[in-house]
């Protein structure tokens, strides 16, 4: 979170300030006119008074004189005297330079003290000397009498040499960070010492300049809300701190040397009604930090910062309690939607919705940091969302790869690997659950199969079918069929299910036609080896059909059902009396957009069906251009009820190009001569399967 505070303040354009805090700067170039630090305190008396000619509204010193000055008259006596024997008769009324320095301050200066607070535990024990109380304490409400001061708590103080600490109006801690980061974002308006709280120097010069003498300290179940001053309340974090509201990268605050100061250059009137600030930016002085828009400002320039802060009434605030439950319900409901998405939608869109996810909650942190000065912690959610990420995405990883395996289980035994490859990649089309849709179905029957079969011994008949039906089940599975079943020496299947085929009719025809190629050649070899001539009938009709998984509770298969199912089989077995290897319906033709290479055959009522249908077989390629001439002729008169003249043209047509087809026609039209139909209507009524 602190991260993404500093990356908005480096984003946020700068703004301005009160204008209402000047730094008083031991910089460089007063080292270089003054010498080198400490300074006698006769010069810090001197600029005091300086600064105080200007009417200031309050003087900090960010500093802590924890030494009797070494150049104090009486401090050198002594130590020459120490050192070489020499002694120095100073007057009776030779005063120390701490006490130049502290009847200063107590002539009327509006001045409060810095002091350090030191944090960690060391080897020296902690003074006798307490820092001078700021103020009243009063807590927000009552706290019970086990009550825990929700405070960082310090060590020990470096307090002020009592000539000088006993002087100010105040005197406040100066340290700007209790963290271990080298970025100071929020600084301490209070510390616990030894049971109590101490103010900052901040505090303590805001309380003297709004003349309050009194802070209520606002407490919650989890620390600390805030400080309450007069009408100001400033809001906290559970430990007391502040959290700044920076302002610009470069030059937040004038700065005036105090070479210039002490030398007249710089006019009185640049403090007037100002909270004025004396601190170094000396870098030998050591007192430069880091702050998330700058690396290396003086410390000093927090205290500024704060105080700006506090003058404006924007620091930032963050309502841990408010937060946390708008982050909870948030996270529950985008957690939940977050799952949602990564489950049924495709990885594109739950990565999108991810980044919307990351973008909002930046958003929304960008909402309240910049219009309301609220930090609204983002890593939590954000971790949490990426947390969230990991374990969906893992669960769904397992369940789709059981779902994968699950599929390829199924049907890799009925459809071809290209077909599974498809249903794994994409099983939005995958419906085990019955459903009708327009399908393509094919049956196969070896024809006088009961008479070969009486050739074989048990062994040998299974070894035949077994070879038979591994060759055609091969075809059929490369031309992305589904098997259905066996049917004893029969073969059903389908297209268009489970996975969605749009050529679906094209398919089941041309697996047909590479059967029939695939069987002339191993019909060769099945002669050489003494069996008789094999054929198979194979029927296709496309249409509507139900699909999935069907049967009883505990036993079911995939397969196929339906009036479309039927008639399949009954244009399977009309193969035989038209003496063709294949035959499909007028709609399974047109779905494949076969017809250039085709034949008509006929138009038919097949067994248990009252509509008549249209069939054809299909063709490798197409009839020679007179026998296509010759034929239709021939079918011409047929419909037309021209039975004689049919009859002729069939007897020319067979001259020619010897067909079992025509010769099937020529002994109907020989029976329709002699015993013509009643009423024909062009459809010949089949009554057997």
């Known amino acids: 979170d602190d991260r993404?505070?500093?990356?908005?303040?480096?984003?946020?354009?700068?703004?301005?300030?009160?204008?209402?805090?000047?730094?008083?700067?031991?910089?460089?170039?007063?080292?270089?006119?003054?010498?080198?630090?400490?300074?006698?305190?006769?010069?810090?008396?001197?600029?005091?008074?300086?600064?105080?000619?200007?009417e200031p509204t309050m003087i900090g010193l960010d500093m802590v004189f924890a030494e009797p000055d070494r150049l104090s008259p009486r401090r050198f006596a002594e130590i020459l005297e120490r050192e070489t024997g020499t002694k120095i008769d100073l007057p009776e009324d030779s005063l120390d330079n701490d006490v130049v320095l502290g009847d200063a301050i107590a002539d009327g200066i509006k001045v409060v003290l810095g002091y350090l607070f030191v944090l960690e535990k060391d080897k020296v024990p902690p003074p006798e000397e307490r820092p001078i109380p700021g103020g009243g304490i009063a807590w927000e409400p009552a706290p019970p009498d086990d009550f825990e001061l929700p405070l960082d708590r310090a060590h020990r103080p470096l307090l002020n040499v009592p000539d000088v600490g006993v002087c100010g109006e105040a005197e406040g801690f100066f340290n700007a960070g209790t963290g271990t980061d080298a970025v100071v974002r929020r600084v301490p308006l209070f510390l616990e010492y030894e049971g109590m709280p101490y103010p900052s120097l901040v505090m303590e010069m805001y309380r003297w300049s709004v003349d309050e003498s009194e802070y209520t300290l606002v407490w919650g179940p989890n620390g600390m809300l805030g400080v309450q001053i007069g009408e100001t309340f400033l809001p906290t974090t559970p430990k007391g701190q502040a959290m700044l509201n920076w302002r610009q990268r470069q030059a937040t605050f004038p700065y005036v040397s105090v070479a210039d100061v002490l030398a007249g250059r710089a006019s009185p009137h640049v403090f007037r009604d100002k909270y004025v600030f004396v601190g170094t930016s000396a870098g030998g002085l050591h007192d430069l930090r880091s702050s998330p828009?700058?690396?290396?400002?003086?410390?000093?320039?927090?205290?500024?910062?704060?105080?700006?802060?506090?003058?404006?009434?924007?620091?930032?605030?963050?309502?841990?309690?408010?937060?946390?439950?708008?982050?909870?319900?948030?996270?529950?409901?985008?957690?939940v939607v977050f799952s949602a998405v990564l489950t049924y939608c495709p990885a594109v869109i739950g990565v999108l919705f991810g980044v919307l996810m990351l973008v909002g909650s930046v958003t929304a942190n960008y909402h309240f940091f910049f219009l309301n000065n609220v930090q609204i912690g983002v890593t939590f959610p954000l971790f949490s969302l990426v947390v969230l990420l990991l374990v969906v995405t893992s669960v769904n990883y397992l369940m789709e790869d059981r779902k994968k395996a699950y599929i390829r289980d199924a049907f890799s035994h009925y459809v071809s690997a290209r077909v599974v490859d498809r249903l794994v990649r994409d099983p939005r089309g995958l419906t085990l659950n019955g459903e009708e849709r327009e399908m393509s179905i094919m049956f196969t029957d070896i024809c006088g199969f009961t008479g070969l079969s009486e050739l074989f011994d048990a062994a040998g008949l299974a070894a035949f079918l077994n070879e038979y039906l591994t060759e055609m089940t091969d075809i059929l599975l490369a031309g992305d069929g589904t098997l259905d079943k066996f049917i004893g020496d029969a073969v059903m299947a389908f297209w268009n299910a489970p996975a969605d085929q749009e050529d679906h009719a094209a398919l089941s025809i041309g697996c047909a036609l590479r059967m029939q190629a695939r069987l002339a050649e191993l019909r060769?070899?099945?002669?050489?080896?003494?069996?008789?001539?094999?054929?198979?009938?194979?029927?296709?009709?496309?249409?509507?059909?139900?699909?999935?998984?069907?049967?009883?509770?505990?036993?079911?298969?995939?397969?196929?059902?339906?009036?479309?199912?039927n008639l399949a089989s009954r244009l399977e077995g009309l193969t035989r009396p038209y003496g063709v290897g294949i035959l499909v319906s007028e709609q399974a033709l047109n779905a494949a957009n076969w017809q250039e290479h085709s034949r008509y055959v006929d138009q038919v009522r097949v067994k248990g069906r009252a509509e008549p249908v249209r069939i054809f077989e299909p063709l490798v390629k197409p009839q020679p251009e007179e026998e296509s001439e010759l034929w239709n002729h021939v079918i011409g008169a047929y419909l037309a009820g021209e039975f004689a003249a049919a009859q002729e043209a069939i007897g020319e047509l067979e001259e020619k190009y010897p067909d079992p087809l025509y010769a099937a026609y020529r002994e109907r039209l020989l029976v329709f001569e002699t015993d013509p139909p009643e009423e024909w209507d062009g459809v010949y009524t089949h009554t057997s399967k």
């Open 4 to 54: 993404v505070v500093d990356w908005m303040f480096q984003w946020r354009d700068e703004t301005p300030t009160a204008g209402r805090c000047v730094i008083v700067d031991i910089d460089d170039k007063s080292l270089a006119e003054l010498g080198q630090w400490p300074w006698p305190r006769t010069v810090m008396a001197e600029l005091l008074g300086k600064i105080a000619e200007g």
């Open 524 to 565: 060769l070899g099945w002669e050489e080896r003494g069996l008789p001539p094999v054929h198979i009938g194979v029927g296709i009709h496309t249409g509507l059909a139900s699909v999935g998984n069907m049967g009883s509770r505990d036993r079911f298969n995939y397969t196929v059902m339906g009036d479309t199912v």
């Open 293 to 335: 828009l700058n690396a290396g400002i003086p410390g000093v320039e927090f205290h500024a910062t704060l105080m700006d802060n506090i003058l404006q009434g924007d620091l930032l605030r963050r309502d841990e309690l408010g937060e946390r439950g708008a982050f909870t319900v948030g996270l529950l409901l985008g957690g």
